[in-house]
């Protein structure tokens, strides 16, 4: 069954150090989209592609970055990791004027 | 920027009453996602109503999508301990052919046996 994945689900990290999130979706979506989801916040859009090598910034994208260098994968690095970056992080794709369908969220802390 | 409030922002509920969910949008709704999410997990899609007055329903869900006052509703009937979870609702951009979705910040639904 097609599915979408983001590993690792749960990332301790230190203050300063590199950090790149996974997500993997084998939909065969062109679109792709992520958040991070904080009390009091709800779910924000840090980064998103509409098609390889196309990606934008989201709403609260200082700090991160992605490439899309195929259909299946968007990764989320964290360029120097700070506290303010602990959160939970969900990965999302969809057809073009489709519906989100949402990964199972990697849970980061950052010390 | 489109802001979505929901409300209420936590609802505990005994098990087999019925209860109402509402999604307030700051801009006029051109389309609307529903989506829940249990404790630790992803978010589940429930709905999405795009049209004016559409109302649709799913097992003991049914959501209402109401343009003219900004808002949509997610009622549940004869509640069970599996309804329990957060549930968002998430709106599109104007004419929705630009898919990135402003989200609210969720309702949180216990039930009680």
Sequence with gaps: DAEITQSPRHKITETGRQVTLACHQTWNHNNMFWYRQDLGHGLRLIHYSYGVQDTNKGEVSDGYSVSRSNTEDLPLTLESAASSQTSVYFCASSVAGGTQYFGPGTRLTVL | ?113
């Design chain 2, 1 to 113: 920027s489109q802001e979505l409030e929901q409300s209420p922002q936590s609802l505990i509920v005994q098990e087999g009453k019925n209860l109402t969910i509402n999604c307030t949008s700051s801009k006029t709704l051109y389309g609307l996602y529903w989506y829940k999410q249990k404790y630790g997990e992803g978010l589940i899609f429930l709905m999405m109503l795009q049209k004016g007055g559409e109302e649709k329903s799913h097992e003991k869900i049914t959501a209402k999508l109401d343009e003219k006052k900004q808002q949509s509703s997610l009622h549940i009937t004869a509640s069970q301990p599996s309804h329990a979870g957060i549930y968002l609702c998430g709106a599109g951009a104007l004419n929705f052919g630009n898919e990135k979705l402003t989200f609210g910040t969720g309702t949180r639904l216990t039930i009680i046996p």
